[in-house]
């Protein structure tokens, strides 16, 4: 049922400093400031519906997104794109609610998750041992490690970090593309000793046929891969499941443009038996994932072996429906929608280059 016409479309363009602490860098984006081209559609239902959408940036690339977005490019009328989700947020049901099964085990222990927050590349080693003791404190188990950039650094980073967390615990590491096939592998039997239970995007993203190699190759080392924050379609992750490519499979809500060109990864992978573990941090990638993960487990997956989703801790308290975070799981959100919702007062103070934290930044660089 049609409730209301559109009757107006606004794009604003809401950046983070983020590069100001190195948080969110890594071997190819050493200083992402975390960014969104913020969408928000009003119709003229007497109820107010409205529907708001997020395009995740590290910053320049919002100027790109949203000129695409004002001249209301196909992406955007539901074809997939890169990292576009604009979903109702009034009414509408969230997707959890399809399902049951599985619905009691998330609403009592939520939906396992690790930690980025820990080791990202343009942290000091007193930084990262400092933020992994916090994240033990508050019962992380698993952690994700940035590497790529220079083999001696990686190796003393990876040591301290698994002294740290102990045997146990789950160690992931991640390139970001940073290598070229054959390099990727001797890098990784390098960093082998340290128990990586997977190497995220070791190469281009587009390589299919040489993600392949890479995990053949890593095999014998019990390392996983595990790839696809940068992967823009479904055809891409068929690809990659039909080549036996990747171990761990990584969606990523806004890069897979639309709920639905989501689920149909999500429903390639069950078919193909490989876990689906959501990449996740920047601005509100949390937010939007954990509906698709929750989703996952109740109604496809119906399996918690060797998945858990990506969190960050970073740019929550913008969000009106922010994640909540129990002993490193997902609770799963009780608000209708999508949790795409920024809160006014975040969007102003943060729109570039005119809101005043910008402008503060600004002045301050040009004293
Ligand atoms: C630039 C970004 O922070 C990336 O480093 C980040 O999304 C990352 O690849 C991740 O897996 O979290
Ligand atoms: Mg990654």
């Known amino acids: 049922m049609v409730r209301g016409r559109i009757i107006r479309l606004s794009v604003r363009d809401v950046r983070f400093p983020t590069s100001l602490g190195g948080h969110g860098s890594d071997a190819m984006h050493t200083d992402p400031d975390y960014s969104a081209a913020y969408v928000v559609i009003e119709t003229d239902a007497g109820d107010g519906l409205a529907g708001c959408g997020i395009t995740f940036t590290l910053g320049k690339g919002t100027e790109v997104d949203r000129s695409q977005e004002r001249r209301g490019a196909p992406g955007h009328s539901g074809r ?133 190699t890479i995990s053949k190759a890593l095999v014998p080392l019990g390392i996983g891969v595990a790839t696809g924050e940068q992967c823009h379609n479904r055809v891409i992750f068929k690809q990659l499941l039909q080549a036996n490519a990747l171990q761990f499979l990584q969606i990523d809500s806004c890069r897979l443009g639309s709920v639905n060109e989501n689920l149909s990864v999500i429903l390639m992978a069950k078919k193909f038996g490989i876990p689906v573990c959501p990449h996740a941090g920047g601005v509100g990638l949390c937010e939007l994932v954990q509906h698709l993960i929750i989703f996952d487990y109740i109604a496809v997956s119906a399996s918690l072996k060797n998945r858990m989703c990506e969190y960050v801790d970073h740019l929550h308290e913008h969000f009106k429906y922010p994640v909540t975070i129990k002993q490193a799981s997902y609770m799963p959100p009780k608000a209708a929608g999508y ?29």
């Not at 080693?125 to 698993?142: F, H, I, N, Y």
């Not at 650094?153 to 740290?164: A, E, F």
Request: proline letters at 6%; aromatic letters at 8%; charged letters at 30%.
């Open 339 to 367: 949790s795409t919702e920024m809160k006014e007062e975040s969007v102003k103070k943060h729109q570039y280059p005119e809101g005043e934290v910008w402008k503060r930044l600004h002045a301050a660089h040009e004293n």
């Open 80 to 212: 997939p794109q890169r990292r576009v989700g604009p979903v109702g947020q009034a009414g509408g049901k969230a997707p959890m609610e399809v399902a049951c099964g599985h619905e009691e085990q998330m609403l009592t222990h939520g939906y396992p998750a690790y930690t980025t927050s820990c080791a990202w590349l343009g942290y000091s080693d007193d930084t990262l041992k400092q933020r992994c003791a916090e994240a033990l404190k508050d019962g992380w188990t698993r952690f994700k490690v940035k590497v790529g950039a220079d083999l001696q650094d990686d190796m003393r980073r990876c040591r301290l970090i698994r002294d740290m967390i102990g045997p146990e615990k789950t160690l992931m590491m991640d390139a970001n593309q940073r290598w070229d096939v054959p390099e990727a592998v001797e890098w990784m039997s390098k960093l082998a000793e340290f128990k990586p239970l997977w190497i995220e995007e070791p190469t281009s993203p587009d390589d299919i046929l040489g993600h392949a």
